[in-house]
């Protein structure tokens, strides 16, 4: 049965095989880009032969845009059977907004955050909502997810990933009943994306690895008990995350820390 699945972060690395994946296996997916000369390249790309596609522009680092995102596709769509929540930042030229915040907090854990529970509406129990965590994951600083302290690129990417992998969680159990399921997924490390290649200089693993699993997280059987799960593919399989993951009451203050934020 085909499946209408949203997409962030869409036109290149993992976004891009994977949305490439899910057409070819017949689904609906709307893309999500901020460039938007860059997502009608990639939407003529990918129409071809007929494939559903459709396309939605926003800056994931303004929250506003996130808001303006949900309002666009709940006007559009009654209905939405997975959200891959891919788009994130790791090094970039100017880290701070205008208000302080660090970037990598506000495109990999509350603009996904944001959109998430906007978009929640649409979905049913068996929905899914899946989250691009990582296996690098650090201890988040509250000072810093506020924007009061500074941090390295990598404290701040670790940082954010845990922080999404923390509310993965928690919207994963408190919505295990009634659904949507909600995963976070390390795609596995160090794949080709551009993100590595900035980051690190190297080419990176092949894309089609990561891509596979967030297809299989998005549809396949093997998830469909995964809520509030963490799956690591670098190992293949579920796995406990960084142990601040696991802690209710260090959840619990990250997540009222970006409903705040938010």
């Not at 509310?167 to 919505?175: I, K, P």
Request: glycine residues 8%; charged residues 20%; aromatic residues 4%.
């Amino acid at each position: 049965m085909s499946k209408t699945i949203l997409i962030t972060g869409a036109t290149d690395g993992i976004g891009l095989v994977t949305a490439k994946q899910l057409l070819e296996q017949g689904h609906k997916v709307l893309l999500h880009g901020r460039n938007p000369a860059k997502l009608e390249s990639v939407k003529n790309q990918l129409s071809e032969n007929g494939a559903q596609v459709d396309t939605f522009v926003a800056d994931l680092s303004k929250l506003e845009q996130v808001d303006d995102l949900a309002k666009q596709i709940t006007s559009k769509y009654s209905s939405l059977d997975v959200v891959i929540n891919n788009a994130g930042v790791f090094n970039i030229t100017e880290p701070r907004n205008a208000q302080g915040q660090d970037l990598r907090f506000v495109v990999n854990t509350l603009a996904p955050y944001k959109l998430s529970k906007a978009l929640l509406p649409l979905m049913g129990k068996t929905g899914r909502i899946v989250n691009l965590s990582s296996a690098a994951q650090a201890t988040v600083d509250l000072d810093a997810l506020k924007g009061n302290r500074q941090l390295s690129d990598n404290s701040a990417y670790a940082q954010s990933k845990l922080a999404l992998t923390m509310w993965s969680r928690e919207m994963g159990l408190a919505l295990k009943d009634t659904g949507p399921i909600v995963v976070s997924v390390n795609p596995k490390s160090l794949l080709g994306s551009k993100m590595v290649k900035d980051a690190y200089g190297i080419a990176g693993g092949d894309l089609s690895i990561g891509a596979d699993i967030l297809v299989r997280a998005s549809l396949s059987e093997e998830f469909n008990d995964a809520a509030g799960l963490y799956f690591d593919n670098d190992i293949g399989q579920f796995a406990s995350p960084h142990p601040d993951a696991l802690n209710a009451q260090k959840s619990s203050q990250v997540v009222e820390l970006i409903e705040t934020l938010i």
